[in-house]
């Protein structure tokens, strides 16, 4: 355990909870468990000026994550990493998108089991790659929410780790090195705009996160990005909710995208989510599945980047907000893409081969 962390503490009712206890959510109103330091002497102790010295893993930030980090699955995830260190022999997890692989493969280097239930319409791909790493994975009908509810009872049944989307504190800690990273890049001040492909949302909250910690270490000041959480049409809970004004939202009935990583009817730290979005004085975007498709056809004829549907959703809705002059001109805008469209071959757009019949190429390209 990191010296400078303290305590868990309820997102919802901020009760407090011990380390060293193997919790998942609140017992009193199962609102997700946030990792909690002691800041003051995380700042006595950090040196901005000697971060260049350390190697880049994620134990560049060591002081502000929660494990010791001499585990032999040290560059595996922190949600990994605090399992394995609390006793965790089998793990399971719900997912459509990256996270199911990302814990299979540290799983794998941890020696624990990982148990993976995906809704059967996540590309296969995913699936393939999950089960490479040695993950137990099943099939299920339904969304990320079915499969939710299959891993939640087979965890109270077996007694296993439940390590959905903000069902234990750890994943976000892993995810809040972004905010970490984000900043350093930048020569330690933020962008304006912050755009984030949002299904769970843990991006978002883990950034949000990590700047309130860089702030209290004196590391930036108290300027931050206005976040943007980017959803599809066919799945736009957070947008619902934030547009009508609610600090939670509804599920979303019949949700439908092939970004299946935002694919989410209902995340359960949606009210932390809307929470950044309004403290920030952001906002949240849907957009079309021909919008998505548009972006990731845009992005690799015009940058060379094979971005994943997630990724083409947040692409879409800078756009969006910039032809609505919600994003000025002079704006700086990070949008970030969470994943590669090699996993998403199916939805990859482009000129199709042209068969050579005359064995002699064309001087002119068709491609544009």
């Known amino acids: 355990m990191s010296g400078f962390a303290t305590h868990l503490e309820c997102s919802r009712c901020r009760e407090d909870f011990a380390l060293e206890q193997l919790a998942q959510v609140c017992k009193n109103d199962g609102g997700p468990l946030l990792v909690k330091y002691d800041l003051v002497r995380a700042r006595d102790a950090m040196r901005r000026e000697a971060l260049h010295e350390r190697p880049w893993t994620m134990w560049r930030y060591r002081e502000l994550l929660p494990m010791r980090g001499e585990d032999r699955v040290s560059l595996g995830a922190v949600g990994v990493t605090r399992a394995v260190e609390l006793g965790v022999r089998t793990l399971a997890l719900p997912t459509a998108g990256n996270a199911g692989?990302?814990?299979?493969?540290?799983g794998a280097r941890a020696g624990i089991?990982?148990?993976?239930?995906?809704?059967?319409?996540?590309?296969?791909?995913?699936?393939?790659?999950?089960?490479?790493?040695?993950?137990?994975?099943?099939?299920?009908?339904?969304?990320?929410?079915?499969?939710g509810a299959v891993v939640r009872r087979s965890c109270e049944r077996f007694g296993w780790y439940d390590a959905s989307t903000l069902r234990e504190p750890y994943r976000i800690e892993g995810k809040k090195t972004m905010g970490f990273e984000l900043a350093e890049q930048l020569g330690w001040r933020l962008p304006d705009v912050i755009i984030y492909p949002t299904g769970g949302g843990v991006g978002l909250i883990g950034m949000w996160k990590a700047f309130d910690e860089l702030a209290a270490i004196g590391w930036i000041d108290?300027?931050?990005?206005?976040f943007v959480a980017a959803q599809a049409d066919g799945?736009?809970?957070?947008?619902?909710?934030?547009?009508?004004?609610?600090?939670?939202s509804d599920p979303w009935p019949e949700p439908r995208t092939f970004a299946a990583g935002i694919r989410v009817p209902k995340a359960l730290g949606d009210f932390i989510v809307l929470?950044?979005?309004?403290?920030?004085g952001g906002?949240?975007?849907s957009v079309s599945e021909a919008d998505i498709a548009r972006a990731m056809r845009v992005a690799g004829e015009r940058e060379g980047m094979l971005v994943c549907p997630e990724g083409g959703a947040a692409l879409a809705a800078a756009g969006r907000l910039r032809a609505d002059g919600w994003i000025a001109q002079d704006d700086e805008v990070v949008v970030f893409n969470t994943g590669t469209g090699l996993k998403y071959a199916e939805s990859l757009q482009g000129e199709r081969p042209h068969r050579l019949e005359s064995g002699e190429l064309p001087s002119e390209g068709t491609a544009r």
């Open 235 to 248: 799945c736009a809970p957070i947008v619902k909710a934030f547009e009508e004004g609610r600090e939670e």
């Open 275 to 280: 929470r950044a979005l309004r403290a920030t």
């Open 222 to 226: 108290g300027k931050r990005p206005r």
């Open 101 to 106: 692989a990302a814990w299979a493969a540290y």
């Open 113 to 147: 089991r990982v148990v993976v239930v995906m809704p059967e319409t996540t590309p296969e791909v995913i699936v393939r790659e999950t089960a490479a790493y040695g993950a137990d994975v099943y099939l299920v009908a339904g969304s990320i929410a079915d499969a």
């Open 283 to 285: 906002t949240a975007v």
